[in-house]
Antibody
């Protein structure tokens, strides 16, 4: 069964950091791109970050709202993706989802994890 | 950034109804358009990719159409399990952007 499981969320004070993990199973992480999304309470979906597979250079993309504060990475040997969230703001409070990304012939997120909740509050 | 506008924001419908949701992009996204379904407290689920390709395992009552800037998601005969919020998303260029969602309710 293809599965993605997020972990690492929790309560953090403004300005602090967390590292979110996305552990995958049922497929070879190295064959896919990965992306993170988030959803603030009662709000819609927001794309956060994207990392290409090594075959496509492993390069990254970020939403403007998190660029310079969040870092996406991947360890294909461990089948884990990461999102380092730093300099947290209250507006970063959300459920964070990791996804598997199919890139050919279209970009789309075909498998989503169940999410991990990040709450930023003093 | 490409803005995605969905309409309506909510729709009241009954089991068996045909429901149509539209999504408009602020610029041409070709067919790089995806539809997701989300139920309360759950992760989004992929329904349609490439504007009109049905994801494996998704019932055939769901269909998508359109290209360029105007897209449609149609549920041909609404079932009880279809009451949810639906989002369109463009993947033509970064940043990836979503429509505001359409809540389908009784």
């Amino acid at each position: 069964d293809v599965q993605l499981v997020e972990s690492g969320g929790g309560l953090a004070q403004p300005g602090r950091s967390l590292r979110l993990s996305c552990t995958v199973s049922g497929f070879t992480l190295g064959d896919y791109a990965m992306s993170w999304f988030r959803q603030a309470p009662g709000e819609g979906l927001e794309w956060v970050s994207f990392v290409r597979s090594k075959a496509y250079g492993g390069t990254t993309e970020y939403a403007a709202s998190v660029k310079g504060r969040f870092t996406i990475s991947r360890d294909d040997s461990k089948s884990i993706g990461y999102l380092q969230v730093s300099s947290l703001k209250t507006e970063d409070t959300a459920v964070y989802y990791c996804t598997r990304v199919v890139v050919l012939p279209y970009y789309y997120m075909d498998v989503w994890g169940k999410g991990t909740t990040v709450t930023v509050s003093s | 950034d490409i803005q995605m506008t969905q309409s309506p924001s909510s729709v009241s419908a009954s089991v068996g109804d045909r429901v149509t949701i539209t999504c408009r992009a602020s610029q041409d996204v070709s067919t790089f358009l995806t539809w997701y379904q989300q139920k309360p407290g759950k992760a989004p689920k992929l329904l349609i990719y490439g504007a009109s390709s049905l994801q494996s395992g998704v019932p055939s009552r769901f269909s998508g159409s359109g290209s360029g800037t105007d897209f449609t998601l149609t549920i041909s005969s609404l079932q009880p399990e279809d009451f949810a919020t639906y989002y369109c998303q463009q993947a033509n260029r970064f940043p990836l952007t979503f429509g505001g969602g359409t809540k389908v309710e009784i």
